[in-house]
C-alpha cells in the first residue's frame, strides 16, 4: 500500500500512542481520519441501530432530519460507522463538496457506491443484461456505457428535439385538468374554485407519459379509464419504480444479508424489477420489429419521429442488453424525480402570490394564446428565466436527494482531516442550502435570488440537484425542460393555492419525496 508521508508517519504515531500532538506537527496540522467528530455506536460496532424503527434515534425514512442533527452536534464533516468497517462521511461545507466533486484524477472515473442489490439482481441475469447499468456500475466498465448512452440524451440539440412532443403532450394534460376538476363537482366553491385533493397521481401519469414516448415513441394513454386502473400497464410500472427506489437505501446499508439469501426488500426489489425488466425487454423489442422499416423511410428522406430508442438500436457501440438495461434504468428514473421536483414547486408557488403572479406575467408573454402557441427552444432558453429562477428555488429548498454519494478515488484532506481514498463520502446540500451561513433569509422561498438582477453572491457547489461533473444526471435537461414547460403551461392556464399543510416535510425514499398528498384549489384564469 502506498501511502503519502504524511500519512504514514500519522498511521506509525497513532500505533506509537500520544497522537494528537504529533499528528498536528508531523501533518502540517492535518487531523486523522480516526479524529473526525461522529458517531461510531457502542464499542465503535456502527451506529446503524439508531436507524432501527422504536429504538433508534434516526429512520432511513428520513435522512434530511439525521443530517440536520448530525450537522449540529458534530459539525461540517461528519464520520459516522454504520456497521464495523463501513463507514460514511458526510459533507457539509461547499469548500469541502469541491474538494470531492471537483476531483478530475487523470484516467478515473468518479465512482458512487449505491443500488448494490438492483446490481446483484442485474448481474444474476446475464442473459439479460451486459452490465448492471449507470446507476451501480464503476470505473472504465461505467464510462463505456455512459459515453455511448447519453449521445442521444444529454446534449442540447437532442433534447431540444424532444421539445415539440413534450409541448404537445403538456399542453392537452393542461387541457384535461378543468373536465377533471368540473367532474368533482362536490369540490367546487362559488367562486369557481376547484379543490383538488391530490394532483400528484395525476403529475405522475404525465411524466410516465412523456418517458414512454420520447424513449420509446409509444403512447401509454395513461389518463385513458383502462389505464387509470391499479392493475394497468402505466399503474404498475409506477408502482413498480415506487417500490424499488424505497428498496434502495435500506439494501445499501448495514451487513446486505440479501447477498447471502432473500431477505423481504431484496424480494420487494426483485419482483418490481422483474414486472420493469419485462415492459422494458417488451417495449424495445417492439422498437426492433419496426426498426428496418424505419430504417427504409429514413433512408428515402421520410423522417418519422426519432425516439431514444432508435437512436441507441442505431448506434453500432450498444449491445441490445446495454439498451435494454437503460431502458429498464429510463423507467426507473424518470417518473418520479420531475414529478416530486415540480410538486415541490407547485407546493411553494401556491403560497407565494407575488412569485406566483410574475410567473403567470412570463407565461402569458410566452403563450399569449395558450390553445394556439407552441413553446419553442429558442423561447425557453431566453423569455423563461423566472421559471428557471423557480426551479432553482424549489431545488435549494427541496432537492429530491440530499446530497452526491461518491467512493474517493484518491486520498484527500476534506475540513482538516485526512479522509482516505476508498472512503464513502456523501455531500449534504440540502441541509447546507437551508443554513443562513450561505443564504440570505435561507427558509424563505425567493426565487429573485437566481435572477440577474438580483443574483445573490453563492458558491456554486451548493446547490447541485442533479450531482456535479461527468457522473451528473444523465437526463438534467431533459428533465429541465420537461418541469419548465409544465410549470410555463400550467400556471398559464391556472391560478393555485396551496390546500395542504404547511410546512411540508419529505420521506426519504432514496429520493425525496412529499410527505403528504399534493393538495391545491385550482382557479382557471379567464385570459
Ligand atoms: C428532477 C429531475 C431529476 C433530478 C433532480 C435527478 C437527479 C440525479 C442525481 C442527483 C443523480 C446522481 C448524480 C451524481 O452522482 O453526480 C442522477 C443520476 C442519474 N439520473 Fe437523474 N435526476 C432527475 C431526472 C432524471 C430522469 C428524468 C432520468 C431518466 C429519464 C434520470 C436518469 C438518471 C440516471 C440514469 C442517472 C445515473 C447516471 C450515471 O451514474 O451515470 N434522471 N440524477
Not at 218 to 226: A, C, G, I, K, M
Request: proline share 6%; aromatic share 8%.
Amino acid at each position: 500500500m502506498n501511502l503519502p508521508r504524511g500519512q504514514l508517519i500519522t498511521k506509525l504515531l497513532r500505533s506509537a500512542g500520544g497522537q494528537k500532538y504529533l499528528l498536528s506537527t508531523e501533518t502540517g496540522g492535518t487531523k486523522g481520519f480516526d479524529e473526525i467528530p461522529g458517531p461510531r455506536g457502542p464499542l465503535g460496532l456502527g451506529n446503524l441501530y439508531q436507524y432501527l424503527p422504536v429504538v433508534g434515534r434516526y429512520s432511513f425514512d428520513e435522512l434530511h432530519r439525521s443530517g440536520a442533527d448530525k450537522y449540529a452536534r458534530y459539525g461540517p464533516i461528519v464520520r459516522e460507522t454504520m456497521v464495523p468497517g463501513q463507514d460514511v462521511v458526510w459533507l457539509y461545507d461547499p469548500a469541502d463538496i469541491a474538494t470531492v466533486l471537483d476531483d478530475r484524477t487523470p484516467g478515473i472515473y468518479p465512482s458512487r457506491r449505491s443500488h448494490t442489490a438492483l446490481e446483484k439482481y442485474r448481474k444474476d441475469r446475464p442473459n439479460v443484461y451486459r452490465t448492471a447499468g449507470l446507476l451501480p456500475t464503476n470505473g472504465i466498465e461505467w464510462w463505456k456505457i455512459r459515453s455511448e448512452l447519453q449521445k442521444g440524451l444529454s446534449s442540447p440539440q437532442s433534447v431540444r428535439n424532444f421539445l415539440p412532443a413534450t409541448d404537445k403532450i403538456t399542453k392537452e394534460f393542461v387541457a384535461r385538468i378543468k373536465p377533471m376538476l368540473e367532474s368533482q363537482t362536490s369540490k367546487t366553491q362559488d367562486d369557481g374554485v376547484f379543490l383538488m385533493e391530490d394532483f400528484m397521481p395525476p403529475i405522475s401519469r404525465l411524466n410516465l407519459e412523456l418517458i414512454c414516448l420520447l424513449a420509446f415513441d409509444v403512447r401509454l394513454d395513461s389518463f385513458s379509464e383502462e389505464q387509470m386502473q391499479p392493475h394497468s400497464l402505466s399503474s404498475r410500472l409506477m408502482e413498480s419504480a415506487e417500490t424499488t427506489n424505497s428498496c434502495i437505501l435500506p439494501t445499501d446499508q448495514g451487513f446486505q444479508l440479501w447477498r447471502y439469501f432473500e431477505t423481504p426488500a431484496y424480494r420487494r426489489l426483485r419482483k418490481a424489477q422483474q414486472f420493469m425488466e419485462k415492459t422494458a425487454v417488451e417495449l424495445v423489442s417492439e422498437k426492433l420489429l419496426y426498426f428496418n422499416e424505419d430504417q427504409q423511410r429514413l433512408a428515402s428522406g421520410e423522417h418519422g419521429s426519432k425516439s431514444l430508442m432508435e437512436e441507441y438500436l442505431r448506434n453500432p457501440n450498444l449491445e441490445l442488453n446495454d439498451i435494454i438495461g437503460m431502458a429498464a434504468d429510463l423507467l426507473l428514473a424518470g417518473v418520479h424525480t420531475t414529478s416530486y421536483t415540480t410538486a415541490f414547486a407547485l407546493y411553494h408557488l401556491g403560497q407565494n402570490v407575488s412569485a406566483q403572479e410574475r410567473l403567470y406575467q412570463e407565461a402569458k408573454a410566452i403563450l399569449p394564446d395558450p390553445r394556439r402557441d407552441r413553446i419553442g427552444a429558442a423561447t425557453l432558453g431566453s423569455e423563461a428565466s423566472y421559471c428557471r429562477a423557480v426551479l432553482k428555488e424549489t431545488f435549494r429548498l427541496n432537492p429530491i436527494s440530499i446530497g452526491v454519494g461518491r467512493i474517493l478515488n484518491r486520498d484527500h484532506v476534506l475540513g482538516g482531516y485526512q479522509v482516505p481514498r476508498g472512503t464513502v463520502v456523501v455531500t449534504q446540500n440540502m441541509i447546507s442550502c437551508r443554513q443562513e451561513t450561505y443564504f440570505r433569509d435561507a427558509a424563505q422561498f425567493i426565487p429573485e435570488r437566481w435572477v440577474r438582477e438580483t443574483r445573490e453572491p453563492v458558491s456554486p457547489h451548493l446547490v447541485l440537484p442533479f450531482g456535479h461533473g461527468m457522473r451528473s444526471c444523465i437526463a438534467r435537461r431533459l428533465a429541465e425542460q420537461s418541469m419548465l414547460v409544465l410549470l410555463l403551461r400550467l400556471i398559464r392556464s391556472f391560478e393555485i393555492e396551496w390546500a395542504g399543510t404547511v410546512p411540508m416535510d419529505v420521506k426519504t425514499k432514496l429520493i425525496n419525496q412529499p410527505d403528504q398528498p399534493i393538495r391545491l384549489r385550482f382557479k382557471p384564469r379567464s385570459q
